[in-house]
């Protein structure tokens, strides 16, 4: 036992290690973005998540008392946060949909019809893997058509509101897939982080190959979690 839990302390200081290259990484790779957003937001952010790591491991009581009282009274405090959120994620829709310079508006734009020519003419010859995409946002504009919709503005809305069903529906499928696979300390945490970080997040008014992937990935975590052993019910072996 004393050998085992000295390979996990040994695998948990690994991952930390590339947690923190990995958040290195992401910080350099958007350090133009942070540049200008404004200090107070981030500070706030990072107090949060300070705040948080305290209370997990120096107030595990306070902790469970928490997690307890969220399950207890599961259902009202879903109902509140999905409504709560629903509304969030509808003032993001209107607020900020529309058009962007990268990727995903070179396939919007094609979907709906619309020429790149003077924009990026050649642009599925170094990305054919977004073809796929292409090929599901087309039937999406067709059926717009059918229905009497040509407004590309339309188009794009409707684009991003799918984008956020899927976000909402995959974080559902994640939680359940979670709680089967562990238990539900262990599914709400990282429902809450999910939640916080992708769910309420402006990621979602840009259609991108990003979402419908988080589904697909929580989509094989749902049905493997249907097979799997539950890791709460492993024991060890012991001495005939």
Not at 14 to 27: A, D, E, R, T, W
Request: aromatic share 16%; with cysteine.
């Amino acid at each position: 036992m004393n050998l085992k839990i000295r390979f996990t302390w040994i695998i948990n200081v690994f991952l930390v290690f590339l947690l923190l290259i990995s958040v290195i990484g992401s910080v350099s790779g958007i350090y133009s973005q942070i540049q200008v957003i404004p200090a107070t937001p981030i500070l706030a952010l990072t107090i949060c998540f300070i705040l948080f790591g305290i209370l997990f491991n120096f107030f595990p009581k306070l902790f469970s008392s928490t997690i307890n009282f969220i399950k207890a009274r599961r259902k009202t405090i879903f109902i509140i946060f999905a409504i709560g959120t629903l509304c969030w994620q509808a003032l993001l829709v209107i607020g900020l949909s529309g058009n962007t310079a990268w990727d995903p508006s070179i396939v919007t734009t094609l979907a709906a019809h619309r020429s790149i020519n003077t924009w990026y003419p050649d642009y599925f010859s170094y990305y054919p893997n977004n073809f796929c995409l292409l090929f599901l946002e087309r039937i999406i504009n067709s059926s717009l058509h059918l229905i009497g919709i040509n407004s590309y503005p339309i188009f794009i809305v409707t684009l991003t509101v799918i984008s956020y069903l899927l976000i909402d529906l995959s974080i559902f499928i994640l939680f359940l897939a979670l709680k089967k696979l562990f238990n539900f300390r262990v599914a709400i945490i990282s429902g809450i982080f999910t939640w916080f970080l992708i769910g309420i997040s402006p990621i979602g008014v840009i259609p991108y190959s990003d979402i419908p992937g988080f589904l697909i990935s929580s989509l094989f975590l749902l049905v493997y979690s249907c097979k799997a052993v539950s890791y709460t019910h492993l024991t060890l072996p012991t001495k005939a």
